[in-house]
Nanobody, 127 residues
Framework: QLQLVESGGGLVQPGGSLRLSCVGS????????IGWFRQAPGKEREGVSC????????LSVDSAKGRFTIYRDNAKNTVYLQMNDLKPEDTAVYYC????????????????????WGHGTQVTVSS
């Protein structure tokens, strides 16, 4: 049993903040690359922010740099995505995913080995 469960999405005004949570069960998230991905209406799924095993490296999409932070709370077996200064363009379903092939840092391309996925949480940024 390997599961990832996202939470923390919702409706927020432009400029607001949300913190998304990705909670693992059945495996220890600190051992794996974890990524946050999103899929907006009419667009392909894209990598937003990803973190290496043990958290030493991170990557993020240009549009998220300076606004989004990915980090781990290993005591809670959770990876968070703190999202600040949200924009309407951030509206999407956000998914977390794991590459269960440690210790490689997969990067932030969903085609490069992320094989364990949650079911997503909706983020809507609107006035």
């Amino acid at each position: 049993q390997l599961q990832l469960v996202e939470s923390g999405g919702g409706l927020v005004q432009p400029g607001g903040s949300l913190r998304l949570s990705c909670v693992g069960s059945g495996f220890t998230l600190d051992s794996y690359s974890i990524g946050w991905f999103r899929q907006a209406p009419g667009k392909e799924r894209e990598g937003v922010s990803c973190i290496s095993p043990a958290g030493g490296r991170t990557l993020s999409v240009d549009s998220a740099k300076g606004r989004f932070t990915i980090y781990r709370d290993n005591a809670k077996n959770t990876v968070y995505l703190q999202m600040n200064d949200l924009k309407p363009e951030d509206t999407a379903v956000y998914y977390c995913a794991a590459d269960v092939r440690p210790p490689v840092f997969t990067g932030c391309d969903l085609n490069l080995g992320y094989d364990q996925w949650g079911h997503g949480t909706q983020v809507t940024v609107s006035s």
